[in-house]
């Protein structure tokens, strides 16, 4: 109806809303299968972990923005120390990065004339 | 006496040497030099883009008859380029004051608290 | 009403520059006097731009020409022929397309400093420089003359530096105007050195007359690359992006938004020398694979680097500069087969041309947002901040719509654009499309980062309040577009984003015929 197409695929947002939708039914009417009569507030409700007590949700417990890919960075610590190294904050070398940049465009537009 | 190519020989010096000042000094004065020794350089080189050899000023008031004219249009984009450059020559210096009242240091070596 | 559309282009300049210069002397009346004239200023300028945009999209994007100070722009020399020698603003899809984005990001800009900036002093100037910035953009997308060009770009640098570096009382504004300054001040006298040249090789500073009268002799390639390198800094490809994140960083919220605009312009400069001035006189697959290659660079070091950032403003421009590579790789693609122009090519341009509007529309949205939860908060570090979406559940739903749409998540506008972007690079080469896919996820991990930094957490004391309606109500507005363009983007790619490409992709011989074809 409205969608658009490249040349070997298309995309059309409205059916895409209207099956995402469609979904959220489905799953509200299983969900609508479930027990109903449950007490609050009680153990029946207490997230279960292993049966270790879990801490209060506060403040102290949020992991903050630092540490939340710690892994992912860890993981990609040689790239990261290389190209965080050639970020210097000197301006001297923004302007060499400039004028390299510049003679590499140079040397590939007249090898290939 | 014919000076030949020696004005475009000059602007390329003048530019050379602007981008070696940028890139070698430290101090954030030297730099702004070295941007007007650049913005000195592509200003002479416009200027004498339009140079004819024996050529009289391009007024018509009182010309010379049969005389050539250089052309007048580099010499306007000239003229706006020496004001744009004082615009930001000006802006320049004045962050640098800025800067020198905040970190109490010039070199450009640093003044890097934004990086990575 | 023709009148009016027939001046547009002339009055999408000629308004802003009034308002810059009259918000001084209207200043003096008062803030109520200031505000109302900015925003006049504001809304008669999105008016002309829509006025533009219809008029040139219902002739299905030909260009049509204004000449500045006269009929015809030729003189007639002795011997019969006519060079056009007047300054020309010649529009056609694309330029009417760049005007729309700059409209809208300098309207919510605008309207949101309103409410930003409402306790602080030097408004006065702070609008002042906003509608000189404003009024050198669309200079710089209007215009058909390549010192004119090189005129507004630099009156753009130096507005926008001017706001960069507009806090003086912060010790890390100035350094960043600084750095931006020379940057910017390099790369246009770069630029000024290719137009130099040009001139004293063709005689003549029309892009039209260029484009007609450029053989591909040595000059003209040293020109490309002077004007390649010097457009590529101000758009921020890597690896002349460093500047970026220090300038969209520093810069008042509102105005960071207004920034990004000034590197789409740039970018739109840069493919208007491309493909109109240059077209196909120099090796469009060389030029096109640097530009690909600059492409990958900028969208893979964008979205590694934004992971790691601290700072909730240098993030998100982390993010503003992973973004332009899309751009560049759509546009590239386009470029690199546009001897052959297959099918996909034209695919590709349609999808880096429609990111500019998406990409625009969505940082706009992520750096009012961010403007709002500095102010809330009064920390930009994301290590301080945490559980703001107990208290601000507004702005957490618009900073998720932003933050998804960017990452092209269906269904909203990024998911469109970037769709067409995979596609249409995945049949060029099939590594071009894995890196902009996993750079899209990467890019939805980065935004997971913030939002759970900052919204997410438990509820603390001391929680800052909603932020008030004169701030809400551009990002609102911004998120709007967002949802419109994204649930129906057959009708816009169809309407606004065909012509564009169309006007890049095959319009060279019609931007050349209006100026040298008549008269």
């Known amino acids: ?113 | ?116 | 009403m023709t009148a009016l559309t027939q001046h547009a282009p002339v009055l999408l300049i000629a308004i802003p520059l009034l308002g810059a210069f009259g918000v001084p002397l209207i200043g003096k009346l008062g803030r109520g006097a200031r505000n109302t004239f900015v925003g006049l200023i504001a809304l008669l300028t999105a008016a002309f731009a829509g006025l533009l945009a219809a008029s040139v999209f219902g002739a299905a994007g030909a260009p049509s020409l204004y000449v500045l100070g006269g009929n015809g722009f030729g003189v007639p020399l002795p011997s019969g022929m006519s060079i056009p020698i007047r300054i020309i603003l010649e529009t056609d899809g694309m330029s009417a397309f760049m005007a729309l984005i700059t409209a809208l990001i300098t309207l919510t800009g605008a309207f949101f400093s309103f409410s930003y900036w409402k306790d602080r002093s030097g408004g006065t100037l702070y609008y002042s420089l906003l509608m000189l910035l404003t009024a050198g953009i669309f200079g710089m997308e209007l215009t058909g003359d390549m010192f004119n060009f090189f005129v507004f770009l630099e009156v753009t640098s130096i507005a926008a530096c001017g706001l960069i570096g507009f806090r003086v009382w912060l010790k890390t504004s100035q350094e960043a105007g600084f750095k931006v300054m020379a940057l910017y001040t390099l790369s246009g006298l770069f630029v000024l050195l290719a137009v130099g040249l040009l001139y004293g090789q063709y005689g003549g500073l029309n892009i039209a007359y260029l484009a007609s009268a450029l053989t591909g002799s040595t000059i003209d390639v040293v020109a490309l690359g002077l004007l390649l390198a010097g457009l590529a800094l101000k758009a921020g490809a890597v690896p002349l992006h460093m500047w970026a994140p220090d300038a969209y960083g520093e810069a008042p919220a509102p105005m960071s938004a207004v920034l990004v605009a000034n590197s789409q312009a740039s970018l739109y400069g840069l493919f208007r020398i491309l493909f109109t001035l240059f077209g196909l006189t120099i090796s469009v697959a060389a030029l096109g694979w640097i530009l690909i290659v600059l492409a990958l660079l900028t969208i893979f070091v964008g979205v590694t680097m934004a992971l790691i950032q601290n700072d909730i403003k240098r993030l998100i421009a982390y993010g503003a500069v992973s973004q332009i590579g899309y751009m560049l790789l759509g546009v590239g693609v386009g470029l690199a087969v546009s001897v052959a122009k297959p099918d996909y090519g034209f695919v590709a341009m349609q999808g880096g041309i429609f990111h500019m509007f998406n990409d625009a529309a969505c940082i706009g949205l992520l750096f009012l947002a961010s403007g709002v939860i500095v102010r809330a908060t009064g920390t930009r570090d994301l290590n301080q901040m945490g559980g703001l979406a107990h208290s601000m559940k507004w702005t957490s739903v618009l900073f998720l719509i932003g933050a998804f749409a960017l990452a092209g998540v269906p269904p909203f506008n990024g998911f469109a654009s970037k769709f067409l972007i995979y596609e249409a690079s995945f049949k060029l080469s099939p590594f071009l499309a894995v890196v902009a896919v996993l750079s899209s996820i990467l890019l939805l991990a980065v935004f997971v980062k913030v939002f759970q930094a900052a919204f997410l957490g438990a509820r603390r004391d001391g929680l800052p309040a909603e932020v008030p309606i004169g701030m809400m109500v551009p990002m609102v507005a911004l998120a709007l577009v967002v949802i419109v363009f994204g649930l129906f983007p057959g009708f816009f790619v169809d309407k606004i984003v065909t012509p564009a490409a169309n006007a890049l992709w095959y319009g060279r011989d019609a931007y050349i015929g209006l100026v040298l074809g008549g008269g």
């Open chain 2, 1 to 116: 006496m014919n000076i030949g190519n020696l004005p475009f020989v000059v602007a390329a010096l003048l530019v050379a040497f602007g981008i070696y000042t940028f890139l070698y000094k430290r101090n954030l004065i030297k730099l702004v030099i070295g941007v007007s020794l650049v913005e000195t350089g592509v200003n002479l080189f416009l200027v004498a883009l339009g140079y004819r050899t024996a050529g009289i000023a391009p007024i018509y008031t009182f010309a010379p008859a049969a005389k050539q004219m250089v052309l007048p249009t580099p010499q306007a984009l000239t003229l706006t380029s020496i004001v744009i450059g004082l615009a930001t020559t000006a802006l320049l210096l004045s962050f640098a004051v800025f800067i020198h009242r905040h970190y109490g240091t010039l070199d450009v070596r640093k003044v890097k608290e934004l990086r990575g």
């Open chain 1, 1 to 113: 109806m409205n969608g658009i197409s490249s040349g070997f695929g298309a995309w059309n947002p409205i059916a895409w809303a209207l099956l995402f939708i469609g979904i959220l039914v489905v799953g509200f009417v299983v969900r609508s299968f479930g027990k109903k009569d449950y007490k609050r507030g009680t153990g029946q409700t207490k997230v279960f972990l292993s049966g270790n007590e879990e801490p209060e949700a506060s403040a102290a417990l949020h992991v903050r923005g630092r540490h939340l890919y710690w892994g992912m960075v860890e993981g990609l610590s040689g790239y990261y120390r290389r190209v965080q190294a050639l970020h210097t904050g000197i301006l001297s070398d923004y302007a060499a990065w400039f004028v390299g940049v510049l003679a590499v465009v140079f040397v590939i537009l007249v090898l290939v004339r």
